[in-house]
């Protein structure tokens, strides 16, 4: 897959607790706890250099030195990799987006969680964002969560919901038949996104992308077909 525009910026999230994975994390940050044995952070940086993201910053706060020292012993995989930190405290999706936003440039970005496993084709959701007038596109999957996006029958963000407590919030009362489907906390964001943040320094940021969804396209790119998997829970190692 060929970009279709010089594009080929990306953000890893790292800078999580990792409370899900102790005691595993009570040594380390989750971006270096290892899956077939190399830690994650190594598989997400040579999927994205492989799949031609030259550009990556990562978010960092749990054991922050360990991880930059990691990157910098593989002589940054032999691309450039710049540090966003989170010194007093982790500062949400959202917000670590926003904290690591002198990075970006005027190209689309690329997020991606540290502590997900797969084989999307990461280019091919790129230029999916770069074709579409969506300010935001996020990956979706057909799987069994907690809570799932809602989604119309365009493939456009239209709420969410708590799949045990039935709680449910709509971008718009007058959409019917929605398709729940299951966020895969890959995503690609419009630099146009960054002048729409709140004002806080911490914030999530579905209820932020569901906020946007009323007057903005949000995309969801279903990639059903591809393997994902959660390794930010412990028991995704037994």
Known sequence: MVFQTKGNKALILAAGLGARMKPMTDDKPKALVEWNGVPMLEHIILKLKKQGFTEIIINVHHFADMIVDFVKKQDHFGIRVEF????DEPLDTGGGISHASWFFGDEPILVHNVDIMSNIDLAQLYNVHVRS?????????????SRS??????GLLKGWRDNRSGETILVDSNEKNLIPIAFSAIHVMDPAI???????KRFPITPFY???AKTRPINLYRHDQDEWTDMGRLESYT
């Open 194 to 200: 960054l002048g729409l943040f709140p004002d806080e």
């Open 133 to 145: 007038n969506a300010i935001a596109t996020l990956a979706v999957k057909d799987r069994v969560t």
């Open 84 to 87: 966003s930190h989170e010194r």
């Open 210 to 212: 569901l906020e946007l």
């Open 149 to 154: 996006l809602l989604m119309n029958q365009d």
